[in-house]
């Protein structure tokens, strides 16, 4: 069993809280209303606490006094978060926190699976096991027609793996194969019902097994199997000897030895533990280690990790990701981790495991540990519906906030993280309805990952087998119950799971659960919703049901709805304009035509009509769906006019087995402004790309044509883009994923009256082609964008459609990414009989090159302004190569990144002259040379951010032009010398920002006399501001902004004379500021914003009477 670790979620619940309040305050009615003050002091209190979390939560694992005062403060917070959702409901009369999603699945689906595939990548230690199995195996095949062979060993250490590459081996092409996860209950219908499915086209007719399987060769794999009853297991066995001629293996795996030799008709096989090394070998898999600069101080660390996990693949898997990108005493901090000698089970190996998931736990960002620990809701070995996991993640408020990336986007994201730290798995998927739904992929968790998962929601889960009080008197948040009698009231997420008709939703079952954002019925044949539903205000869930209540049509605010399944399909739905998110998809729809008022889901992103295979006609009104970005039109293969005009600027390409054609032809009558085209690797013949007449599609101004890597073609890549002609007048074109050598007749005779419009090309991943297409001959070409291209070694003149002087002509942004083959780039090209060179790019301004390691650039082109070099050293060093152009180039900005190369070495900077702009991130060597550093000294403005060296470059004393100097990301502790310092006399703006582990301003400050402009931003555990401050004689503005951690200003502030501004924003600690400041005479802007502690100073007359100038927001 896993301690308790329920503690360890508090950082997480707060953070979510704090954001809710955030965006409570902000809103204007809670302002009218006076509520904005309140919310900022619940907030400012949550924040101050949110301080001290992190020691707190590391004592909870063994102390129980600090786990006790979380478990309370997370509950006070969760009491906050239902108070704000309520008092917004009160506060807006439309309701516009109603987030209803219904499920509407007809019956119930197997819920538990493991699944077949696997990643061969990262299997480590294995083969040699492997191959004794298979030659087990083998020997019994000639010998008996029914074989079971049990491969036990304990939790984590790789029995699946092992099931799954014996599944997938070459020996067993030529038999039936059936996958079947088991799990901890035996249930032998289901057994039964899953193999029949798999062998059987024709599943509702042929029940018997025996006659399904008739003659044929058959391997079954039963997964996971725990049953100790010997009757039930000879049952089993009896089951899956099918006999009538069949050949049946079958393969079972379990953690128990005696059921292995009890289940099995030949002798079971023992899974040992991986070596030391083999768990290292993982470990550096996982964290890209052969990527490092630091291997050689982190290989010793490596290894005595590797060692504590015990032999167990799961373990090694989820730690090696954790460390991925973690810095040296990270590693060691890992290694060194009290929660390695914490026991949670009575097998010593289980506890290393264990530890194992528990560090990669605490490790991971607030959110997602919310979004990991909801999981545990769901039984062992349920299978998790990805889309309905980010819906229900998105509706309880676990998806952090983002201007970049939607919340389906940030979601994506999380299952991404948790898969390659192994908290998650992917499950195969059964569901017919949702075979062709790019999002429904479904997933799982390992047991053991399970066991942490429940450990963390220790006290928020109610189930059938835990009481209540025992689960935190009433409090728990989530449940997954068999019936209804008297849920918590203070529930978020309720799941029904297996509960038939009989659950007992009378008309008041939900009046208790007024904060209920998911409701889950999926697995249950109820009837209709009770009418209660109408009350769960904040309502998000999913529902089996037959029948629709009327009160459906009055919740207007209502974003999410899933009808998919035989649920009715004619209620009134017209009113629902917040719709964000539809299914409709049904296995077996008679419907022949969608309603009129479809278009009045004006904010509708994501449409499932898949399986309407009698819809014929789409209604005008469709052509309001300007939001949609994803139409599921799968199997919809009698559709006929489809009338929505500008819509669908995102179609997946999708096939069903069987079918003749894909359902690229729903394109055929539609002429969006933007399209996107993703998984042509779908198409199954050329006649239908012909069908949808793309360079007839006037109206489309941006084009995207996107093919999965690595998926299986129909139809050769190079024929499809062939047919594939876009429009005349386009504007912006991107290519991903194509897969042939070389390029159609269209894109390689590109000529000066082409494509007139098109002002941006991107093109990436396009791994197979060799040569690039004349894109010089764009005559309107302004941003061009290559990455992944690995077939190209050179750039020249051919790329620009010959040596002619027009190439080229508008271009102004060229991006170059991941270009691993790229060798040569040559930027100008002989034009005439006398060899005269004619840059290619004459309006070129800005150029990035990212992660081409062999690329040499010769020579630069004379108008860029900004240029922009991460992962590139061999660009960075070879322009020593061609002599320095008789015009010298006018780059006003360099920006280095990810450099391994000594600053001495870059002699592109000899081409740079005058360089006035140099930013230097993560570079590890700024050495310097006299030479480079006479090139350096036109420098006026300086940007030094996450360079880990110690001291400051001893050239900077040479910059005499130096204006602005800004320092990110250092040391430290940071040191520069005097004789440095001193001479920039020029420099006029210093700024300190994202320094982690500075405590105190480096003593190199007060040498710099010159500065008139400091900021002082993120530092969070600067503490004091030093005494040399004082010494900046010429100081006009002080600003100091999100430094928690600074409980007061110097008093040394007074002798900044020359003050005129001074701002204090986002510093939770100060709570008064220095009486020195009233010596400041010139001082004549004093903001104060968002200082919680300086509120009373800030009110007081006394305050207001000696700095009448000042502005402060609280």
């Known amino acids: 069993m896993v301690g308790e670790l329920g503690g360890l979620l508090a950082s997480a619940v707060l953070k979510v809280v704090t954001q809710q309040l955030g965006a409570a305050i902000a809103n204007q009615v809670m302002m009218q209303l006076g509520f904005s003050g309140d919310l900022e002091d619940m907030k400012m209190t949550l924040e101050s606490v949110a301080a001290v979390l992190k020691d707190a939560e590391r004592r909870s694992v063994t102390e129980e006094s600090p786990r006790l005062w979380l478990e309370r403060l997370q509950g006070a917070a969760s009491d906050i978060s239902d108070m704000i959702d309520e008092l917004e409901l009160e506060v807006d009369a439309k309701l516009p926190a109603l987030k209803l999603r219904l499920r509407m699945t007809y019956g119930v689906e197997g819920d538990r699976v493991t699944s077949p595939k696997v990643d061969e990548a990262i299997i480590v230690g294995r083969t040699d096991e492997m191959q004794s199995i298979l030659g087990s195996l083998s020997r019994k095949i000639l010998t008996q027609d029914f074989t079971i062979f049990s491969i036990y060993g304990m939790g984590g250490i790789g029995k699946t793996t092992i099931a799954q590459l014996v599944y997938n081996d070459k020996q067993f092409k030529d038999y039936t194969r059936v996958w079947v996860y088991v799990s901890q209950i035996l249930d032998l219908n289901k057994i039964k019902s899953s193999i029949v499915s798999k062998l059987s086209t024709r599943e509702r007719e042929i029940t018997d097994l025996e006659m399904v399987a008739a003659g044929t060769k058959v391997l079954i794999v039963l997964d996971d199997l725990w049953e100790n009853d010997w009757a039930k297991l000879d049952t089993l066995k009896l089951l899956v000897n099918i006999g009538n001629e069949t050949k049946v293996i079958v393969i079972a795996t379990t953690r128990d030895e005696g059921i292995a030799r009890r289940f099995s008709t030949i002798e079971p096989y023992k899974l040992k533990p991986l070596t030391d090394e083999m768990c290292w070998q993982i470990i550096k898999h996982k964290s890209a280690f052969e990527n490092r600069d630091d291997k050689e101080l982190l290989e010793q660390i490596g290894r005595e990790i590797a060692v504590k996990c015990g032999g167990v693949a799961l373990a090694a898997q989820s730690l090696g990701y954790t460390l991925h990108s973690r810095r040296l005493d990270e590693w060691e901090s890992v290694k060194d981790d009290d929660i390695w000698n914490q026991p949670s089970s009575l097998d010593s190996s289980l506890n290393h495991v264990l530890a194992s998931l528990k560090l990669s736990y605490v490790s991971m960002l607030p959110c997602l540990k919310l979004c990991f620990g909801y999981c545990a809701v769901f039984p062992k070995g349920h299978r998790i519906v990805k889309d309905d996991l980010i819906n229900q993640w998105i509706s309880l408020g676990f998806i952090e906030p983002s201007n970049r990336y939607s919340h389906r986007q940030l979601g994506e994201t999380y299952v991404t993280h948790l898969l390659r730290m192994s908290f998650l798995q992917y499950a195969e998927s059964q569901s017919i309805a949702t075979v062709h739904h790019e999002y429904s992929k479904s997933l799982s968790m390992h047991d053991v990952v399970h066991d942490l998962a429940r450990s963390v929601m220790v006290h928020e889960i109610q189930d059938d087998n835990r009481n209540q009080e025992k689960n935190g008197g009433g409090r728990c948040h989530y449940a997954l119950l068999s ?580 701002e204090v924003g986002c510093c939770r600690s100060i709570k008064y500021l220095p009486e020195s400041i009233q010596e400041l005479t010139n001082l004549v802007d004093l903001r104060v914003i968002t200082c919680p502690e300086l509120n009373a100073w800030c009110k007081s007359e006394d305050t207001k009477a000696k700095f009448p100038y000042i502005y402060f927001r609280l």
């Open 483 to 1062: 019936e209804c009698s008297k849920p918590s009231k203070s529930l978020r997420a309720l799941h029904f799971l297996d509960c038939g008709v009989n659950i007992g939703l009378c008309d008041d079952a939900l009046l208790s659960v007024k904060y209920l954002r998911v409701l889950d019925l999926s697995k249950c044949s109820i009837p209709i919703l009770p009418s209660s539903i109408g009350q769960l205000k904040q309502l998000s869930g999913s529902s089996a049901i037959l029948e629709l209540p009327e009160l459906i049509g009055d919740m207007i605010g209502l974003l999410h709805l899933d009808l998919s399944g035989e649920a009715a399909k004619e209620a009134i739905l017209g009113t629902l304009t917040e719709l964000e998110y539809l299914n409709l998809s049904s296995e077996k729809s008679c419907i022949r035509r969608l309603p009129e008022d479809m278009g009045n889901f004006i904010k509708l992103k994501y449409l499932n009509l898949s399986g309407w295979n009698n819809l014929k006609i789409f209604p005008r009104s469709c052509g309001n769906l300007k939001s949609l970005v994803h139409l599921n039109l799968s199997c919809c293969v009698r559709a006929e006019a489809v009338q929505f005009s500008s819509m669908v600027p995102n179609f997946v390409v999708q096939h069903k087995v069987g079918e003749s054609s894909s359902n690229l032809v729903m394109l055929q009558d539609i002429n969006p402004s933007e399209l996107h085209i993703s998984k042509l690797e779908n198409v199954i013949s050329a006649e239908e790309v012909q069908r949808i007449r793309l360079n007839e599609k006037r109206k489309v101004q941006i084009l995207g044509l996107n093919w999965t890597r690595g998926a299986r073609r129909f139809v050769e890549d190079h024929e499809v883009l062939g047919l594939l002609v876009p429009p005349h007048y386009l504007m912006e074109f991107m290519l991903k994923g194509y897969r042939s050598r070389n390029f159609p007749s269209w894109l390689m005779g590109i000529a000066p009256d082409h494509f007139p419009s098109l002002m941006r090309v991107d093109i990436e991943d396009l791994t197979e082609c060799t040569s690039l297409p004349p894109l010089g001959q764009l005559p309107n070409l302004r941003i061009l964008s290559l990455k992944g291209m690995h077939g190209i070694t050179k750039i020249d003149w051919y790329l620009c459609g010959g040596r002619g002087p027009r190439s080229f002509r508008q271009l102004e942004e060229f991006t170059l990414s991941h270009m691993e083959r790229l060798e040569e780039w040559h930027t100008a090209n002989p034009c005439s009989e006398n060899r005269k060179s004619r840059f290619m790019f004459p309006k070129l301004k800005k150029i990035e090159i990212h992660h081409c390691p062999k690329l040499r650039l010769t020579p630069c082109p004379q108008k860029t302004r900004h240029l922009e070099i991460e992962g590139s050293d061999d660009t960075l060093s070879s322009w020593h190569i061609v002599r320095p152009s008789s015009s010298p180039v006018r780059v006003n900005k360099l920006t280095v990144k990810s450099s391994k190369l000594p600053l001495h070495r870059w002699s592109l900077l000899y081409q740079l002259t005058p360089l006035s702009c140099l930013v230097i991130e993560s570079c590890s060597d700024l050495s310097s040379s006299p030479e480079i550093t006479s090139v350096l000294s036109t420098i006026q403005a300086l940007f030094l951010k996450g360079n880990d060296n110690p001291d400051m470059p001893h050239w900077m004393g040479e910059l005499r032009m130096l204006h602005s100097l800004h320092v990110s990301s250092m040391h430290p502790e940071l040191k520069a010398s005097l004789e440095v310092m001193s001479k920039l006399t020029s420099l006029r703006y210093l700024t300190l920002s994202n320094c982690d582990s500075m405590v105190s301003l480096p003593m190199w400050l007060g040498d710099l006399a010159s500065v008139r402009e400091l900021k002082i931003e993120s530092c969070p555990n600067l503490n004091n501001l030093h005494g040399t401050i004082g010494r900046l004689s010429s100081l006009q503005s002080l600003q100091v902004t999100f430094c928690d951690n600074l409980k007061e200003l110097t008093e040394s502030l007074g002798s900044l004379t020359s003050l005129k501004k001074l």
